[in-house]
Each structure stands twice: as structure tokens, then as C-alpha cells.
């Protein structure tokens, strides 16, 4: 049972566009999410994250945008370099304090 | 601060062979995760420790396995008879005590190949 779902498994963008990367969880009891970035060979890295109490948080190029009632996150990178081209996890906390992670989209910036 | 370690970064092992990962987790983090993660998903949750005591464990985490992390350091992760099946990408993560705003720290990983 995948509790955080991201069903693009990729996306591919020109350079200075912007990526938008989408989220969906079904746990009401998640309230904390992050997204996190992803290169070959390399452990995720943190990017941004989001509290249950916000409906946006910014930093830089990323926005990341909670619509709670209906349980969707979503990623926006504003304006997209090559350097981004990763593979882009959400994950979520609930009570059970640990993390759940969405299976990853590999967003390509063309350029 | 060197961030979290992970040793060894590749392991080849035939099938029913033992192997045992390690992970040194950033010094002031006293949570330390372990993750697995296969081809074309995302990261799933293996085990934590708060310390040296182990909290929780998920089932994905069958008898073959354990883990352990003495003095509430660096951690350990041991597969016992290797299973084709076992071949991922075990990734371990630190963070310091759970509130808003925390996130986990992940190492690079020790990418298993079971042969």
C-alpha cells in the first residue's frame, strides 16, 4: 500500500522553464513533507519541505505548494537549469515519525 | 562535519554469502535510519535507532537481517545468507532529535550486488 504516490515517473523541461513536479499522498495523518533530490550514485539530498499548517514555502528557484484537502504536494522549480536534471522524491512524516517516500520522478532540463 | 559515511560504497557477494555494511552517522545526530531502495523506487524504511536502542523495525526486515549500533555511534547493518533479492542500494540516514523542521541527512549508500 503506497501511501505517498508520485505517478510521473519522469518529466523533461527546457532549460528556463519550469518543472513542476506532483505529489499525492493518502495518509490524513502525514504533517510534516519534504522533497528531496536525487543523483546516480549519491544518497538523496534534502530540498525543501512544508508543514501541515502551510499551504506554501519558498526557497530560491523551488516552491513547494500543499493543497491538504486534496491530499496533494507539488514542486515547482522556476526558472530550470540543467543542474537540476535528478530524480525528485516526496516524502511525507506521520506519526510514525519516520519517513515515506514516493517512488521518485527523473526530471531531465534540457538545454 | 564530513556528513554521513557509508563503507563499503559497492559489494558483490555470491548467494548465500554474509555481508555487513557500515555507517558513521554525523556525530551529533542521535537517530540513525536505515533505508533500502531498488530500481525505480523510492527509499524504504528498514530500521531506526534512537542511540543505541532500536526502535523500530519494519517488516521488509526479515530474520536475515540485523542491525546494531553499540555506544549509540556508527551502525552495522548484517545480511546473513545472501538472496538475489537482497541486491539494492542500502542507504542510511542520521538526524538530530524529530521536531518541525528536522530533516535526515542520507549517506551515499552501499549498492549490494548478490550474484
Known amino acids: 500500500d503506497q501511501q505517498v504516490k508520485q505517478n510521473s515517473p519522469s518529466l523533461s523541461v527546457q532549460e528556463g522553464r519550469i518543472s513542476i513536479l506532483n505529489c499525492d499522498y493518502t495518509n490524513s495523518m502525514f504533517d510534516y513533507f519534504l522533497w528531496y533530490k536525487k543523483y546516480p550514485a549519491e544518497g538523496p539530498t534534502f530540498l525543501i519541505s512544508?508543514?501541515?499548517?502551510?499551504d506554501k514555502n519558498e526557497d530560491g528557484r523551488f516552491t513547494v505548494f500543499l493543497n491538504k484537502s486534496a491530499k496533494h504536494l507539488s514542486l515547482h522549480i522556476v526558472p530550470s537549469q540543467p543542474g537540476d536534471s535528478a530524480v525528485y522524491f516526496c516524502a511525507a512524516f506521520g506519526s510514525a515519525r519516520q519517513l515515506t517516500f514516493g517512488s521518485g520522478t527523473q526530471l531531465t532540463v534540457l538545454p | 562535519d564530513t556528513g554521513v559515511s557509508q563503507d563499503p560504497r559497492h559489494k558483490i557477494t555470491k548467494r548465500g554469502q554474509n555481508v555487513t555494511f557500515r555507517c558513521d552517522p554525523i556525530s551529533e545526530h542521535n537517530r540513525l535510519y536505515w533505508y533500502r531502495q531498488t530500481l525505480g523506487q523510492g527509499p524504504e524504511f528498514l530500521t531506526y535507532f534512537q542511540n543505541e536502542a532500536q526502535l523500530e523495525k519494519s517488516r521488509l526486515l526479515s530474520d536475515r537481517f540485523s542491525a546494531e549500533r553499540p555506544k549509540g555511534s556508527f551502525s552495522t547493518l548484517e545480511i546473513q545468507r545472501t538472496e538475489q533479492g537482497d541486491s539494492a542500494m542500502y542507504l542510511c540516514a542520521s538526524s538530530p532529535r524529530l521536531r518541525q523542521g528536522v530533516h535526515y541527512t542520507f549517506g551515499s549508500g552501499t549498492r549490494l550486488t548478490v550474484v
Open positions: 512544508i508543514s501541515s499548517i502551510k
